[in-house]
């Protein structure tokens, strides 16, 4: 059964940084793609980062970018988002999730999700 766990949220000040992990486990986790995605209070879930698993390429939300680093880390199975420069508007349920092979920033197009960790900033 495919399960998907994220950790690594928290409470913070603004500017602060955190990393967060997501262990994948009864999935080829290599070759797969993955999607990091976010959900404030109130509002629909978004696209914050891509990674590929062949080609390893790197994606991200233009809100996001200069400021978060997406990495895995395949012996693990582990999937990381680094988040640097935090504000407010990063507040939200940050989850993972199983994303397709072709470039997509579509919710719809990502399986699997996990349960979500987290994020709260403070000004």
């Known amino acids: 059964q495919v399960q998907l766990v994220e950790s690594g949220g928290g409470l913070v000040q603004a500017g602060a940084s955190l990393q967060l992990s997501c262990v994948v486990s009864?999935?080829?986790?290599?070759?797969?793609?993955m999607g990091w995605f976010r959900q404030a209070p109130g509002k629909e879930r978004e696209f914050v980062s891509r990674?590929?698993?062949?080609?390893?390429?790197?994606y991200y939300a233009d809100s996001v970018k200069g400021r978060f680093n997406v990495s895995r880390d395949n012996a693990k199975n582990t999937l990381y988002l680094q988040m640097n420069s935090l504000t407010p508007e990063d507040t939200g349920v940050y989850y993972c999730?199983?994303?397709?092979?072709?470039?997509?920033?579509?919710?719809?197009?990502?399986?699997?999700w996990g349960q979500g960790t987290q994020v709260t900033v403070s000004s």
């Open positions: 009864g999935y080829n986790f290599g070759p797969a793609a």
């Open positions: 999730a199983i994303g397709p092979d072709f470039y997509s920033t579509r919710v719809g197009d990502y399986e699997h």
């Open positions: 990674i590929t698993g062949r080609t390893t390429r790197f």
